[in-house]
């Protein structure tokens, strides 16, 4: 009646092949790249915009200003490589320049519209008797469609890169406002925040140490939307004729210009067209990236 | 129901009212005298001044704002610097293409997105979800008169489908009527129906992980029945406010469309007396556009309580 056990009586499980695989071996930039796809297109052709707006003297191969009615309106060539417009000037070497009137308008807009924007948000958020009146206006600012704003703005003023500028800051900052005051209020019941004010922290130094860093991500997000809606608002105006003065080669005013060949020409409306798509796209592909990383929660579903 | 509603419309009063102050605010401070251009180049400055006080323009910068708005509650909107026509009867004689295109455009882009964006969230994941997202993040890249053109280049130059420009009453017959509209309508409600898909994907993604919906799978309710019967109501909600924010992409939108495919409507107005600086008509549209902003999203807000009775402001 012995139980002993033998060596026999057991037989080695198998080795099982691993169920999971191995991690793959990724680099840090592989990993980014694998992680964050959008980031890295949209960061790619936006870079590549801004290279082609500083170097588009020494890319263009004519005078963009120049004028020569004996070669208007060629077919694109290996001289002309867009074709010339109906004034005889260089399509390829105008679209380039237009890259710097377009970059320039929507990161300034971004810009200006988010320190306006931020500024007044965290008075907002944080004076209660401000806050109605605050966004009172903004609310009735934001009631009139952007375009229009934009459009009753520069009726009023000189065409210039500045004025749209201007205009269409004016037209987008109440709602980078409205965001940071809805961060700030949130922010406020924060217990991190709460403790500050009780061990009477001063006001100024609560925004500038907690509450400014924590609406960043939003903020970046959100002015990178503002910079590619800009550059759609600002090629719009040009090409309504209430933008940048006809002089600029802007997108916008190239497809103005060649608004009345197009059927025949259509060229000279398509080129500038198919630039200010890619650049507004890849600057939307850089915030769709930029929010899914800042905001993992929202990440897997817009 | 009725506390909610009559709270809403009241909230909006000093909306416009703001608007309204913005607007008027644009003539003021407009260059150019109107008693001077009136007077004309032979006046004393004595004239002017006269010319001044019988047009009202010495009074108080409230007074006159009151006075103005009062005028325009009762429909004068003023008279063109152009035209010497009334605003008001140059904005009723331009509305129908204007709004024939914003009601076509209404029902296609949201016909399309809708479904576009219920599918999407339902094959979460799946080639059709990642088509239907490129698709989106296009729709608001490319601005609407790029793809006006493109559509009119392809479907109207090359194919000759669709005439390339131009408005045909709907009096005239539905058929012309469609056939003149179906490309600046679908030039225009890309960028709509890029918004109005993606929310709709999100909010529905969403909806399909709740109780309810593997309640309605388990007893037996069909796959149609759960995505536009159980889901769609219930992520109704934040569809119909980016359907209200999103009119102000389909106000700035048509002002270009118009002029893409030569419509003689608002948009076209608009440029016009931009081009002519006629203060008056900028104001008048300004005001019109604004105002149509407000009060659709004001029905939005009044339809939140119709898709779900819990909300009570």
Redesign the interface.
Not at chain 1, 143 to 149: D, K, R, T, V
């Given at each position: 009646m012995s139980t002993t056990v033998q060596a026999g009586d057991f037989t080695a499980a198998p080795t099982l092949p691993d169920v999971l695989p191995t991690p793959k071996e990724r680099g840090k930039i592989g990993g980014f790249i694998y992680r964050h796809p959008t980031i890295v297109v949209g960061g790619t052709l936006v870079t590549l915009m801004i290279l082609i707006a500083i170097f588009a003297p020494f890319l263009g191969t004519k005078d963009p200003t120049s004028l020569a009615p004996a070669r208007r309106t060629r077919e694109p060539s290996a001289l002309y490589w867009f074709g010339t417009d109906m004034l005889g000037r260089d399509v390829y070497s105008r679209v380039l320049y237009g890259a710097r009137v377009s970059l320039l308008v929507g990161f300034s807009v971004a810009t200006c519209a988010g320190i306006i924007g931020t500024t007044l948000g965290l008075i907002a958020g944080f004076t209660r008797a401000f806050d109605a009146v605050v966004m009172?206006?903004m609310?009735?600012?934001m009631?009139?469609?952007?375009?229009?704003?934009a459009?009753?703005l520069?009726?009023?003023t000189r065409a210039s890169v500045k004025n749209v500028i201007i205009a269409i800051s004016v037209a987008e900052f109440p709602r980078v406002c409205r965001l940071v005051r809805g961060v700030v209020l949130s922010l406020r019941e924060q217990p991190y925040v709460e403790a500050a004010i009780a061990s009477g922290t001063r006001v100024p130094v609560i925004i500038w140490k907690h509450i400014l860093p924590n609406t960043l991500a939003p903020l970046m997000v959100q002015a990178t939307f503002i910079c590619?809606s800009a550059m759609?608002t600002e090629?719009?105006l040009s090409?309504?004729?209430?933008g940048t003065p006809p002089i600029v080669p802007s997108w916008g005013n190239i497809?103005a210009e060649g608004r009345a060949l197009?059927?025949v020409k259509?060229y000279i409306?398509?080129f500038p067209?198919i630039f200010?798509?890619i650049t507004?796209?890849s600057v939307?592909?850089l915030g769709?990236g930029l929010r899914d990383a800042l905001d993992p929660r929202l990440a897997k579903?817009? | 129901m009725l506390a909610y509603a009559i709270r809403r419309i009241v909230a909006t009063i000093p909306v416009v009212l703001i608007v309204a102050l913005f607007v008027f605010s644009l003539l003021y401070i407009a260059p150019g005298d109107p008693a001077a251009i009136i007077a004309g180049d032979q006046a004393t400055p004595a004239d002017v001044e006269r010319i001044r006080a019988s047009l009202g323009l010495d009074r108080p910068f409230l007074v006159r704002f009151f006075d103005w708005l009062w005028s325009v509650v009762r429909g004068d909107l003023g008279t063109s610097i152009f035209t010497n026509l009334p605003v008001s009867h140059m904005i009723q004689q331009r509305i129908e293409p204007t709004l024939s295109l914003m009601v076509l455009t209404l029902t296609l882009s949201l016909s399309c997105a809708i479904p576009m964006g219920v599918i999407a969230a339902w094959k979460h994941g799946t080639w059709i979800d990642r088509a239907v997202m490129m698709t989106a993040v296009f729709g608001f890249s490319t601005p609407v008169f790029v793809i006006g053109y493109l559509l009119a280049y392809v479907f109207a130059l090359r194919l000759d489908w669709f005439p390339v420009q131009g408005f045909t009453s709907i009096s005239q017959g539905l058929f012309p009527f469609l056939r003149n509209l179906i490309l600046p309508a679908v030039a225009l409600g890309l960028v709509y129906m890029a918004l109005i898909a993606r929310i709709t994907r999100a909010t529905m993604l969403d909806v399909l992980s709740q109780d309810y919906v593997r309640t309605a799978k388990a007893k037996g309710v069909g796959q149609r029945g759960i995505l536009f019967i159980h889901s769609l109501k219930n992520a109704a909600v934040p569809i119909v406010t980016i359907v209200g924010i999103g009119f102000a992409a389909l106000i700035g939108g048509a002002v270009v469309t118009e002029s893409v495919f030569a419509i003689p409507g608002l948009g076209r107005l608009t440029v016009d007396a931009i081009l002519r600086r006629d203060y008056p008509v900028i104001q008048g549209v300004v005001l019109l556009f604004s105002c149509v902003y407000v009060l659709v999203n004001l029905g939005v807000d009044l339809l939140y309580t119709v898709f779900d009775p819990r909300i009570r402001y």
């Open positions: 009172r206006v609310d009735g600012l009631s009139i469609p952007p375009i229009l704003l459009i009753a520069m009726a009023l590619a759609i090629a719009t090409f309504i004729g209430a497809m197009w059927q259509p409306v398509f067209a200010l798509s507004v796209l939307n592909l769709d579903r817009l | -």
